[in-house]
């Protein structure tokens, strides 16, 4: 698909993302403590609804995670993510929906103002607007949407409360500080519960990170790899800390 959307910087995406926060927030009440109440903030706030569909069987393609059409108001997330059937798969789940959502939120002006044009899967009778590939490389409107559903599902303030609460304090925590016997258990008892792989030093610095992740991650009901993301993009894990003149 070819859309042409304009550049938006994170901190614009981030306060389109706190101002349907707030927006739900006035009408049904505001979101002050994880996880952010996805559903309601689609289905009562928004008017659209959600459902999960056989991506490859409906298009034909086994990587779509999930779509959006704009005139049915309609998110559709592959039913491989149901966390009802799959309890492991609800942070992808979510993060899926918040996705679509970003959609609907930053980009539908700009796809209604073309005339509604659909740009695959020509010949069929309902056609998303746009979905979601892992296998595309990521597209300025796909970062778009990623970036949006962070924000969503990973509010600033909620998140800087949870991690010090978590923490005991607002300090960050660096990789470089951690030594290297800790290190290995959080390597050894992860690689245990992902099955065991050899991996390299920076994908062992990632795991770490993520193994650290995880509480906040079980509460917000997002991934351990987007709440990683989220709390590197907030500064509070850091892979090296920074050297002060005054240090």
């Keep these: 698909m070819s859309v042409d959307v304009p550049f938006l910087k994170a901190s614009v995406i981030e306060a389109e993302a706190n101002l349907l926060l707030a927006e739900f927030g006035k009408a049904y009440g ?5 996880p952010v109440t ?9 008017g659209l609804y959600s459902d999960f569909m056989d991506m490859k069987t409906e298009f034909g393609h086994s990587d779509i995670h999930g779509a959006i059409f704009f005139h049915e108001k309609m998110i559709a997330v592959d039913m491989q993510f149901d966390p009802k059937l799959y309890p492991n798969k609800r942070g992808r789940y979510r993060f899926t929906l918040a996705h679509e959502t970003g959609h609907w939120c930053l980009h539908r002006k700009h796809f209604l103002r073309r005339g509604g044009e659909q740009f695959l899967f020509d010949g069929a009778p309902s056609k998303p607007d746009f979905v979601c590939r892992s296998s595309e490389k990521k597209k300025p409107v796909e970062w778009q949407a990623d970036t949006f559903a962070a924000y969503l599902l990973m509010p600033r303030t909620l998140v800087k409360d949870a991690w010090e609460q978590w923490r005991g304090e607002a300090g960050a925590i660096a990789l470089s500080e951690i030594d290297d016997t800790r290190k290995q258990k959080i390597i050894t008892a992860e690689l245990l519960r992902r099955g065991g792989m050899e991996l390299s030093a920076d994908a062992q610095e990632t795991m770490i990170l993520e193994h650290l992740s995880r509480p906040l991650a079980e509460q ?3 991934s351990a790899p987007a709440m990683r993301i989220r709390l590197e993009d907030l500064g509070f894990l850091v892979r090296k800390k920074e050297v002060s ?3």
């Design 30 to 34: 505001e979101v002050v403590e994880p």
């Design 38 to 46: 996805l559903d309601e903030i689609i289905e009562l706030h928004l």
């Design 220 to 222: 917000f009901a997002v």
């Design 245 to 247: 003149l005054f240090d």
